[in-house]
Every structure is written in structure tokens, then in C-alpha cells.
């Protein structure tokens, strides 16, 4: 009896053990195979918010909780299945298959392991809102749920304004606007209590290309003089904007303008009359005290009232014997005067006078001069002219401003080896071919004149320009020493700097994108002083499309939609094949131009000027004369839809 207990309790222990054994091996092995279960996305209901520039997690969690360490976790935007902001498979995130536009600033939250698998996305910018599919797959099952991302953007500040509303009736039409939110925001109008007006009013929104949303409202109400309005544009408690305003037209204020335009334009007149007097009295006393030194020159030197005058006024006169002009049947105008060199008799007998200043001018022998008691003027300074023994006898000089100025015969000239020169050099008179065989040039303000016969004049065309191209040349600023931003460029332009030159070009032109405007500002400002470069725009066997050089001020909008105006900060010449050389201001003036290959950009930020040169011709194609800025950054685009490059040379 006792053996057959023993062996049955011995059973039933045994039994126990086997089954405990079988349960704790189910447990596990049911845990490992989650592939094998079916489960449900758990993500928000409604859209998840964050600041531009800010980061942000999207939630996204597995119902029942297990561990998702071995399957396929997929995210991605509903309009690009086939490039994932992020795909986690074989236990590591895949780089190959991934959106370029979110790698490096998205990664999995964490807690994979209790079905965790939201996404966190760094640096978030306006392009990223819009709706995100979290997908989660084994090999039996998948599931896929969406995130909607938006975007806040705080715009700008309420402006308000007041007008009388039509109609009259103490009605004010007062308006509010504000630009630049993401997404639409609420606009709303209270009075001084705090208490929101509804009755009639009115909101418009508006959105730019960037998705931007601009508000505008307006309303008609009583016109006060105390009880301000309030405009508030907002997206949320935190994210809003206030602006505040009376109701009422400032009439009283027209008055007091009234009468403040009235005493300047007053003091205007008064100062104007006192300029026209002072000017007056001064030239009185000026030609005074000129006919008072006239008289006594004349006394003593026994001459007649002058019939003859000779004056100078910075002006270069080509100089021929008579018998050079007489056949030749050349006129030598300088600004529109008829001068011609005649013999003292042919003087008398046509009883002309010497000026260079819209009058037929004469020259005498001094002899002939003292007997018609002619005067010589240069610049105002009476001298008379006379041979060198004579000038030496009386004692007298020439002065060509304020320079000592001797009138010789042209044997005298060659022995003594001058140069006629109008800026205070000791200054002599040859005949052309006498110059020309003494290989001297006539200098004008810096500009290089030949004394020329007038039909050489003519044949010549030489022109004195107001600025002078060897100066502007010598503030030439070496094409090394202005370095192009890289990270300025268009991204579809290639920049590349060399040691002698810097060329820029188009990178793909047979596919014209959505941009408007190619171009890369230097690295480097200039903010004092005259700088000159040049830029090499086309070669003379290709044909460029388009192109444009210029400058900018510091803190322009370097958006590529940004109109280049002077207004934005911009200042440019341009070249377009259908519409030709234009500058950037309204109206446009005509540039014409036959060929350039060439731009000369001259810089002086002293005077705030900025002028365009055709270096082929060395003439100047157009100045921009208020060009204020702090800071001038050179600018340069190679155009659209163009193979060939540009250089700064």
C-alpha cells in the first residue's frame, strides 16, 4: 500500500514539472515572433505645429506595444513614395534611397524596441509642411497612417491707415494689413474696452509664390479722436502681432503743412533775390575796376581804345598761317567759333577781333597791336603781346593761368624746345606743321589733344572727354583681388577663380528652370575711395545671349525673385539679344552701342556714382549719379540660356 502511494505522488510531481516547463518556453517564443501578429498605427488626430527653423517630432506609435527592431519602418511624403524622408530596414537607417533634401536632419525618436517609431525632423523650413505617411511593414503585415506638418511663420506688423469714408456721415473706412504668415492667420478688430467688432467687416487673403499669406481687413467706424482701434493678426497666443490706431483724418494738421511749405518757399525767394543782387554788385565792381585798369595800360603804353581782343578760355585753337587757311578753306571751331589767323593788314582791313568764344578772332605783329591799341586777355589778365626783346624790355609777362607765357616766332620755339600747355607750364604758339614736326601735343584737363589743321581735325574726329579714361584706368583694381562668394552663386551657375581671371558660367542651359535671376556678388566690399574692373563679356567670334554687371548695397534681398531695381539696392547694366544694353532705372534711356566685348565698371564711392565704359571705344555709356550705400558689393550674372562665360580680367 505505502509503495503505491509513493509511486503515484511520484506521477503527479512529475506531471507538475513538465508543464511548467512547457510555459515558460511558450512565452518567449511567442514575444520573438511579432511578424506573426497583426497591429494599428496610433498617430495624432490633428496636425502637429512648430516654428520655422525650429525642430519637431512626429508621432507615430504601434497598438499592441512589441518590439519593431526587426521590421521595415518607411517615411515619406504622400506626393514622393519612391524617395523616403527615412527608411529603417535590416536594424539600421538606409542612406542610399533617401530624399537629398532631409538627410542629415531627420532620425527615429527612439524606443523601437516598446513600438515607438516617430520621426524627428531638424532645421524644419516652409517647403516642409504638408503631410507625412508613417509606414511600418513586416512579412505577413503593413500598416500606414499620416502626420500632417505645418509651418508657423510670424509676418509682419499691422499697418494701419484712416480715410473718410464715402458718404461722409462722421464715417471713418479704417484698413489693416500685414504680409508674410504661414499658414493663414486670424485677423481681428476690438476697440478701447477689449471688445471684438464683428459688424461689417471685411478680410482678403492673399498668397505669394512662396506660400506666404498676406491679410487685409477693413471696416467702417465713428471717427474719434480718443477711442483707438486695435487690428490683431495672429496664429496663436504666442505667435501674434497688434497694431493700434485713432479713427479720425488729421484736419488740423493741413493748416499748420500749409504753413510751413508756405515760410520755406518764402525763404527760398529771399534767398534767391539776395544771391541775384550780390552777383549783380559784384560784376559791377568787377568791370569797374577793369576799365579802370584798361585806362591806365592804355595811358601808359600810348595805345588807341582797343578794337582788338584776345582771350583764352581753356580752349585748344588749331593755329595757321594765312596762307595755309586761305587755300584750304578751313574753319577752326572751338565751342561753334569761327577763328582764322590773318596778317595784320587783313586784319585792319576786316576789322575783326580775336576771341575764342563765338567771335572771329585776329592776330597782329605787337607793332600793329600798340598802333590799334588792341589789348591781349588771357583768363582775364591784360598783357600785350609782343616779340621776346620787347616783352623783356618792358618788363612785361604773359600769364595763361596764372603761368608764365611767352609768344615766340617759331625758330624761337624749336631753339628753346616748348610745349604749348593750358594747366601753368611756360606755353608757346607754332604752326601746325611746325608741331607737328616737333612732336608736341596740346593738353586740355588731361586729355590728349594734336594740334591738328582743321581738316585734320575733322578727319580725325577727336574727342575731349570729361572724364578722363588714363586716370579712371589707373584705379584698376587686379582681377585676383576681387574674390566672387561661392555661396552667393545661383546654384545653376559655376563660378571659377583663377590667378589672372575669373570666369563665370552657366552650369545647364537646355534646362531653364524656375529662376529669374543668375548672378554671384563678391566676397568683398568696397566702401571708400574710386575702383575700377573690367569685365570681359563676350569674345569677338561668339554671340552671348545675355548678361549683366553692377553693384549692390549690403543688405539687399538676395532671393533670385527679387526685382533688380535701385530701389532693391541694385544697380546694373544689362544685355538682352531681343531688347539690347539697358540700365535698371524707369524710364529707360537709349544706350546704343555698334559691338562691345569689353565693360569698364568705375566705382567712386566718395560720389556716390557709378559709371559703365565700352573699353572697345573708350567712351562712357551711362552714369548712375545716386548710388548711396554704406557698402558696394560688385555683381555679376553670365544670363540665361547661354554656354559662353564671362571673365574679370
Not at 508657423?152 to 500685414?178: D, F, H, I, K, Y
Not at 575731349?464 to 587686379?478: A, R, T
Amino acid at each position: 500500500m505505502f509503495t503505491t502511494v509513493g509511486n503515484r505522488g511520484t506521477m503527479h510531481l512529475g506531471l507538475c514539472l513538465r508543464v511548467l516547463i512547457l510555459a515558460t518556453l511558450t512565452v518567449p517564443i511567442r514575444a520573438a515572433q511579432p511578424a506573426q501578429e497583426t497591429f494599428t498605427l496610433t498617430v495624432p488626430d490633428g496636425p502637429t505645429s512648430t516654428l520655422s527653423g525650429s525642430s519637431v517630432s512626429l508621432l507615430c506609435e504601434l497598438s499592441p506595444i512589441f518590439n519593431v527592431e526587426p521590421m521595415e519602418v518607411r517615411w515619406y511624403r504622400s506626393s514622393n513614395s519612391h524617395s523616403p524622408a527615412l527608411l529603417y530596414k535590416d536594424h539600421k537607417i538606409q542612406e542610399a534611397p533617401m530624399d537629398p533634401q532631409y538627410r542629415g536632419r531627420v532620425s527615429l525618436t527612439g524606443g523601437m524596441e516598446r513600438g515607438n517609431v516617430s520621426l524627428t525632423l531638424e532645421r524644419v523650413t516652409l517647403e516642409d509642411r504638408g503631410e507625412y505617411v508613417c509606414q511600418v511593414s513586416s512579412e505577413q503585415w503593413y500598416e500606414k497612417a499620416s502626420v500632417f506638418l505645418t509651418v508657423n511663420v510670424t509676418g509682419s506688423e499691422p499697418v494701419l491707415s484712416v480715410a473718410e469714408a464715402r458718404g461722409g456721415g462722421g464715417q471713418m473706412n479704417v484698413t489693416c494689413s500685414s504680409e508674410g504668415w504661414s499658414p493663414q492667420p486670424k485677423l481681428t478688430w476690438r476697440n478701447k474696452e477689449g471688445t471684438e467688432i464683428r459688424n461689417e467687416q471685411e478680410v482678403l487673403n492673399t498668397s505669394d509664390p512662396h506660400g506666404l499669406v498676406s491679410v487685409s481687413s477693413w471696416l467702417l467706424y465713428a471717427s474719434s479722436y480718443s477711442d483707438w482701434l486695435a487690428c490683431t493678426v495672429s496664429l496663436s497666443e504666442e505667435a501674434k502681432r497688434e497694431g493700434r490706431i485713432l479713427p479720425h483724418t488729421a484736419v488740423p494738421g493741413v493748416y499748420k503743412e500749409a504753413f510751413i511749405v508756405t515760410l520755406i518757399l518764402s525763404l527760398v525767394i529771399i534767398c534767391a533775390l539776395c544771391s541775384v543782387i550780390l552777383c549783380k554788385r559784384r560784376g559791377s565792381m568787377w568791370s569797374s575796376s577793369q576799365k579802370s585798369r584798361n585806362r591806365s595800360d592804355q595811358t601808359e603804353l600810348g595805345q588807341r581804345p582797343a578794337e582788338t581782343e584776345h582771350l583764352i578760355e581753356g580752349a585748344v585753337n588749331t593755329v595757321q598761317t594765312p596762307t595755309e587757311q586761305r587755300p584750304s578753306g578751313n574753319d577752326v571751331n572751338l565751342e561753334g567759333a569761327e577763328n582764322t589767323v590773318l596778317t595784320p593788314t587783313e586784319q585792319r582791313a576786316a576789322g575783326k577781333e580775336f576771341n575764342l568764344e563765338g567771335a572771329v578772332n585776329t592776330v597782329q605783329t605787337p607793332a600793329e597791336q600798340r598802333a590799334a591799341g588792341n589789348d591781349v586777355h588771357l583768363e582775364g589778365a591784360e598783357n600785350a603781346v609782343l616779340t621776346p626783346t620787347e616783352q623783356a624790355a618792358a618788363g612785361k609777362d604773359l600769364n595763361l593761368e596764372g603761368a608764365e607765357n611767352t609768344v615766340l616766332t617759331p625758330t624761337e620755339q624749336r631753339a628753346a624746345g616748348k610745349e604749348f600747355n593750358l594747366e601753368g607750364a611756360v606755353n608757346t604758339v607754332q604752326t601746325p606743321t611746325e608741331q607737328r614736326a616737333a612732336g608736341k601735343d596740346v593738353h586740355l584737363k588731361g586729355a590728349e589733344n594734336t594740334l591738328l589743321t582743321p581738316t585734320e581735325q575733322r578727319a580725325a574726329g577727336n574727342d575731349v572727354h570729361l572724364e578722363d579714361w588714363h586716370q579712371v584706368k589707373g584705379f584698376k583694381v587686379p582681377p585676383e583681388n576681387i574674390i566672387l562668394d561661392e555661396k552667393t552663386a545661383h546654384p545653376a551657375i559655376r563660378v571659377n577663380q583663377g590667378k589672372r581671371a575669373c570666369y563665370i558660367k552657366e552650369k545647364d542651359t537646355e534646362k531653364p528652370s524656375v529662376r529669374t535671376h543668375l548672378h554671384v556678388f563678391s566676397k568683398e566690399s568696397f566702401s571708400s575711395g574710386q575702383h575700377y574692373w573690367e569685365v570681359k563679356v563676350k569674345d569677338s567670334s561668339t554671340e552671348k545671349l545675355s548678361w549683366y554687371v553692377g553693384v549692390a548695397r549690403e543688405n539687399v534681398e538676395r532671393r533670385p525673385t527679387v526685382p533688380l531695381t535701385p530701389q532693391n539696392g541694385f544697380w546694373i547694366l544689362s544685355y538682352d539679344k531681343e531688347k539690347g544694353f539697358q540700365v535698371n532705372t524707369d524710364p529707360q534711356p537709349p544706350i546704343t552701342v555698334a559691338e562691345l566685348t569689353i565693360v569698364g565698371v568705375f566705382l567712386d564711392c566718395d560720389r556716390h556714382t557709378l559709371s559703365f565704359y565700352n573699353v572697345d571705344t573708350k567712351s562712357l555709356l551711362y552714369t548712375f549719379t545716386d548710388v548711396k550705400t554704406s557698402n558696394y558689393f560688385p555683381v555679376f550674372s553670365p544670363g540665361q540660356r547661354d554656354k559662353y562665360t564671362i571673365r574679370i580680367i
